[in-house]
T-cell receptor, first 111, second 110 residues
Framework: NAGVTQTPKFHILKTGQSMTLQCAQD?????LSWYRQDPGMGLRRIHY???????DKGEVPDGYNVSRSNTEDFPLRLESAAPSQTSVYFC??????????FGSGTQLSVL | SQELEQSPQSLIVQEGKNLTINCTSS?????LYWYKQKYGEGLIFLMM?????EEKSHEKITAKLDEKKQQSSLHITASQPSHAGIYLC??????????FGDGTTLTVKP
């Protein structure tokens, strides 16, 4: 099992551009979530999903969209990137209320 | 890469007892975060420590970072059932990368 796979590892965007951060898990976990990590603020949840077809907003959802068409994949889309979205993004999964498994992170810079 | 080792993996305590969770790194920590995981709520940010010897408290939870900035402890005084959950430490390295411990599952028996 690969666990939680995030791509890309690094990316630079210009303001107004769009992109999709990919997250895939092969552990048959129902729960998938996206977090952003900013200095001094720790991890903040953006969106999450408890099962395919179900998504919900986290603490900081504005400017981000997600979809969950199957169990494995949970892409995070930035439609019109802003400099405030410069951050490190983590995807995490779990089986029910068990421990979270994290991807390796995506470092995103918006210029 | 920086590895974070958390101990214990799980802990069962009687209500009212004190407990400590540890998070150890092989390298210097530049930012150490403690979170509590609650199902349906994701990770709840508890505290962040940056300076060697730093100590922070919130209600009955105290977190410390040692002088060498390689070990942090989370101490809960007079535990309550509401403290039950999974506690996770996370850290920044000087390369700007982040890593996480495996988590400690805490059960508090009434």
């Amino acid at each position: 099992n690969a666990g939680v796979t995030q791509t890309p590892k690094f990316h630079i965007l210009k303001t107004g551009q769009s992109m999709t951060l990919q997250c895939a898990q092969d552990m048959n976990h129902g729960y998938l979530s996206w977090y952003r990590q900013d200095p001094g603020m720790g991890l903040r949840r953006i969106h999450y999903s408890v099962a395919a077809g179900i998504t919900d907003k986290g603490e900081v959802p504005d400017g981000y969209n997600v979809s969950r068409s199957n169990t494995e994949d949970f892409p995070l889309r930035l439609e019109s990137a802003a400099p405030s979205q410069t951050s490190v993004y983590f995807c995490a999964s779990s089986y029910g209320d068990e421990k979270l498994f994290f991807g390796s992170g995506t470092q995103l810079s918006v210029l | 890469s920086q590895e974070l080792e958390q101990s214990p993996q799980s802990l069962i305590v009687q209500e009212g007892k004190n407990l400590t969770i540890n998070c150890t790194s092989s390298k210097t920590l530049y930012g150490l975060y403690w979170y509590k995981q609650k199902y349906g709520e994701g990770l709840i940010f508890l505290m962040m420590l940056q300076k060697g010897g730093e100590e922070k408290s919130h209600e009955k939870i105290t977190a410390k970072l040692d002088e060498k900035k390689q070990q942090s402890s989370l101490h809960i005084t007079a535990s309550q059932p509401s403290h039950a959950g999974i506690y996770l430490c996370g850290a920044d390295s000087n390369a700007g990368k982040s890593t996480f411990g495996d988590g400690t599952t805490l059960t508090v028996k009434p």
